[in-house]
Structures are given as C-alpha cells and as structure tokens.
C-alpha cells in the first residue's frame, strides 16, 4: 500500500503563493503518478494537476484555466511531488488532495487514482 502526506496549505491573501507538498511513503515503486485535485464547499473534487513518470520521461498535465499559475513538480529522491501555486484568488480556496496511481489511466478523473491523501486547506483571503 501507498501513504500520502500533504503540508503546506494555510491562509494567505489574493496574489500570494504557496507550495503544497505530498510526501509518499509505503510501496511508492507502485506508482507511475501522482497529481492534485481540490474540492471547495458545495463543489465537487476537481482536478488540478498531474505528473507521470516513465522510462520516457516525465509528463505533466493541468486543468486548462490553472495552467501558468501552477506548476507541479516531482523530487523522485523524496518520493515528494510539490504543487507550486502563484497569483492565488479567491477561488481557489478549498481543500487540495494528493492522489497517486500505479496502472493507467486518465490522469484527470479522480476514480482513476488509487490512492489519496487526508487533503490541506488553502483559503485565499481579500
């Protein structure tokens, strides 16, 4: 089995940044990725981001709109993957899960991971 941890979530104000991190533990061979979802009250989970790993190389994905504010990014030594956000707003407020898979499969559908975090808190205030 697989853990997931994530930090770094907290209050910040509307243009701020902050890096969330999710630290794997347990059978992390399994995995080939790991991305990011949130969900905001009333909402349901959507996705943010996603890196995948391979013998080819590393690909990331982002929800369309996020795309250049948020970068994900993977410390393989850590078995870390960190989601950096800049020019946060208020909607961006909600809790950020981490979720990581080890077969194939979409890499924006949450039923496509396996395995997932407690979730952080990022609420962006005015």
């Known amino acids: 089995q697989v853990q997931l941890e994530e930090s770094g979530g907290g209050l910040v104000q509307t243009g701020d940044s902050l890096r969330l991190s999710c630290a794997a533990s347990?059978?992390?061979?399994?995995?080939?990725?790991m991305g990011w979802f949130r969900q905001a009250p009333g909402k349901e989970r959507e996705f943010v981001a996603a890196?995948?790993?391979?013998?080819?190389?590393?690909?990331?994905n982002y929800f369309d709109s996020l795309m250049g504010r948020f970068t994900i990014s993977r410390a393989n030594a850590k078995n870390t993957v960190y989601l950096q956000m800049n020019s946060l707003q208020l909607d961006d407020t909600a809790v950020y899960y981490c979720?990581?898979?080890?077969?194939?499969?979409?890499?924006?559908?949450?039923?496509?991971?396996?395995?997932w975090g407690q979730g952080t808190q990022v609420t962006v205030s005015a």
């Open positions: 979720a990581g898979r080890g077969y194939s499969g979409s890499l924006d559908k949450p039923n496509d991971y396996q395995y």
């Open positions: 347990g059978r992390t061979d399994l995995l080939n990725a």
């Open positions: 890196i995948l790993w391979n013998r080819n190389g590393i690909r990331t």
